[in-house]
């Protein structure tokens, strides 16, 4: 998720590093698709995690949607660091791809074409043979230095460049097909969701019925891809993204809603 954060989540860059790895992985090919059908959870009207009003386009004002690339990348240089930005975030449609990406996590499937970043290094590695095969945990390796970027994000920084673009993000899901929906809830149902991901003790098993290598147990296999993701990167990666999106998720959760 995995995903330097998702601009303005910590969770969202960082995650779409991790996912989008150019190598055979344990998960299924996503399909050619841009955006998945609205799910009705998430297109309500009803507003449960409210940003922060005076956050919002808070400084210098905000560009259109289209021409957000280059302010989005020079803020979050200031909140993650330039190297980090420039060695992983993809120059354009930053905002769009971090949406679909960040609303695609809680789904079996995820549009690899809209993602935000560059993939993760290396080539996906398994012991054994095809029909007996485990995760092998050198591949742990891989994400080391994407985590131990996001090991020394400040949440609040990141968070503050989020609260500050809030409008894009929104204008872009619902541009994605939520004309109801917002944004900032469905972060928050996302981060649930790769919070819930199971801990597995052992070697986790696998198999290779075509190209990629699934996940032999059923039970794995048909989670959400995020969790899917999280997996992959072992325990004491995903420990460290699961803190940060722990943390994200008090600082986007504290306004609370309006009383009707």
Do not use: C
């Amino acid at each position: 998720m995995i995903a330097v954060a998702a601009v303005v989540l910590a969770a969202g860059i960082a995650l779409a590093w991790f996912f989008h790895s150019r190598s055979a992985q344990p998960t299924h090919a996503p399909p050619a698709v841009e955006a998945p059908a609205p799910a009705p959870a998430a297109d309500s009207t009803a507003v449960e995690h409210p940003v922060p009003p005076a956050a919002q386009g808070e400084g210098a004002a905000l560009p259109a949607l289209n021409e957000s690339d280059a302010p989005l990348r020079e803020a979050l240089s200031g909140a993650v660091g330039a190297e980090p930005v420039s060695q992983y975030l993809l120059p354009e449609g930053i905002v769009r791809h971090l949406v679909v990406t960040i609303d695609n996590l809680p789904r079996q499937k995820v549009a690899a074409r809209m993602r935000p970043t560059v993939g993760a290094p290396g080539t996906f590695m398994a012991s054994g043979d095809e029909l007996h095969a485990t995760l092998d945990p050198r591949n742990y390796e891989r994400y080391s230095p994407m985590v131990a970027v996001v090991r020394s994000l400040d949440p609040a920084r990141v968070a503050a460049v989020y609260f500050r673009f809030y409008p894009l993000f929104q204008q872009a899901y619902q541009d994605l097909g939520y004309p109801n929906g917002y944004f900032n809830d469905r972060l928050v149902q996302v981060i649930d969701s790769l919070l819930a991901t199971p801990k597995v003790e052992g070697p986790i098993a696998l198999t290779r019925p075509n190209v990629l290598y699934v996940y032999a147990d059923p039970s794995l296999e048909s989670r959400p891809a995020g969790q899917k993701l999280l997996l992959r990167m072992g325990p004491e990666n995903a420990a460290v993204i699961e803190a940060k999106l722990a943390a994200l998720k008090t600082l986007i959760t504290a306004t609370p809603p309006p009383r009707h």
